[in-house]
Structures are given as structure tokens and as C-alpha cells.
């Protein structure tokens, strides 16, 4: 199994900056991707951005603005958002997909962003 545990989420000013951070943990080296989603309430989980390999792709609404990467020595993604707007706020979850295909979920972190 793997483990996920985000942090960084916070209050921020629209135009503000936010780092979000992922540390995995037990069975990483199955790990073959790593990504970001949110969710708003009542909303869907959404796709934010994702790690594969040697590709980084981003949902059209950060891209521009959100920047995900990955340390490989530590098994932790970072998230880094730039010039967020009212709408980036809500719950983000990290994601890990293995190579059997079998994903995993963090607890989810909270941001804020005042208008």
C-alpha cells in the first residue's frame, strides 16, 4: 500500500501564492504517477495536475499559474500556485497510481482564497 499526507493548504489574498506539499510513504517504488485534484462541495473531483514519468500535464484552468513537482529522494510532490483567484479555493487531494493500477488518496487539504 501507499500512504499520502498533504500539507501547506491555507488562507491566502486572491493573487496570492499557495505550496501544497504530498509526502508518500510504504510501497513507493510501485508508484508509477503522482497528481493533484480538488473538490468543491457538491462538486465532482476534479483533475488539477499529474506526474508521469519524465511528463507533467495541468487542467486548463492552472495551467500558467500551477507549477507540480516532484523529489524523487523523498517520495514527496509539491504544488505550487501562483496568482490564485476565489475559484482555486476548496479541498485538494493528492493522488498515487501504481503499476497493478490501484490508487491511492490523501486526506485532502484546505485552501482559502479571500476576494
Known amino acids: 500500500q501507499v500512504q499520502l499526507v498533504e500539507s501547506g493548504g491555507g488562507l491566502v489574498q486572491a493573487g496570492g501564492s499557495l505550496r501544497l506539499s504530498c509526502a508518500a510513504s510504504g510501497r513507493t517504488f510501485s508508484m508509477y504517477a503522482m497528481g493533484w485534484f480538488r473538490q468543491a462541495p457538491g462538486k465532482e473531483r476534479e483533475f488539477v495536475a499529474r506526474?508521469?514519468?519524465?511528463?507533467?500535464s495541468y487542467a486548463d484552468a492552472v495551467k500558467g499559474r500551477f507549477t507540480m513537482s516532484r523529489e524523487n529522494a523523498k517520495d514527496t510532490v509539491t504544488l505550487q500556485m501562483n496568482s490564485l483567484k476565489p475559484e482555486d479555493a476548496t479541498v485538494y487531494y493528492c493522488?498515487?497510481?501504481?503499476?497493478?493500477?490501484?490508487?491511492?488518496w490523501g486526506q485532502g487539504t484546505q485552501d482559502a482564497v479571500s476576494s
Open positions: 493522488d498515487a497510481v501504481v503499476y497493478s493500477g490501484q490508487g491511492y
Open positions: 506526474i508521469s514519468g519524465d511528463i507533467t
